[in-house]
């Protein structure tokens, strides 16, 4: 599918003005719409999402000095709109982008024609996401994603047979053990 890219500057929210902090809601609504965009664009391309990510980026840098909650490095832990895009951009995610490419592209994309063979690179893309969490294990960045996908996982390998099934869940606990509850489900 060949998908037409348009450039930020075109991009219009009605609230956002670009290099200001107006307000906490602005920049919260902003923020959140370029990282889902930069999200969408990332699974159609690689690394096609860092233009909105970078935008996302600065909203972050012009509301730390609103004193508003979520845009600092040392607040709530690594779980906020700062650690969010500081993450996805940073070389040490990329087998996240690249899973999310991967994923999307060459899995999901293909099941229609071959769904075995999309669930494999299904899983061939998960494991890309190894890497991170060996070094940055309970991320939000790779929660977020593993924990969106679980859903369409377990209706994937509806049809499966338990080895695969048994796999997925293996994989999916070690790269995030706190919802393993969520992942065992995909078993029953």
């Known amino acids: 599918m060949k998908r037409s890219f348009f450039p930020i500057q075109e991009l219009d929210f009605g609230w956002y ?4 902090f107006r307000d906490n809601l602005s920049s919260i609504l902003s923020f959140y719409a370029l990282y889902v965009i930069g999200l969408d664009y990332d699974s159609f391309g690689p690394n096609a999402g860092t233009p ?8 972050v840098s012009n509301a730390q000095a609103s004193g508003a909650s979520g845009w600092k490095a040392s607040e709530t832990g ?3 709109r700062y650690w969010l895009v500081d993450n996805i951009l940073q070389q040490l995610f990329q087998p996240l982008r690249d899973c999310s490419y991967a994923y999307h592209r060459k899995g999901v994309d293909k099941l229609y024609e ?18 991170v969490v060996q070094t940055r294990p309970n991320t939000v960045n790779i929660i977020n994603f593993i924990y969106c996908k679980t859903d369409e996982i377990k209706i994937l390998l509806s049809d499966s047979d338990t080895k695969q099934k048994t796999d997925f869940v293996n994989l999916l606990k070690r790269l995030d053990p706190g919802n ?9």
């Open 78 to 80: 690594k779980r906020n």
């Open 180 to 188: 393993s509850s969520k992942y065992q489900a995909i078993l029953n």
């Open 17 to 20: 003005a670009k290099n200001t």
């Open 52 to 59: 909105y990510f970078l935008e996302a980026q600065q909203i």
């Open 114 to 131: 071959d769904k075995k063979a999309g669930v494999k690179e299904i899983y061939k893309a998960l494991l890309k996401l190894k890497p």
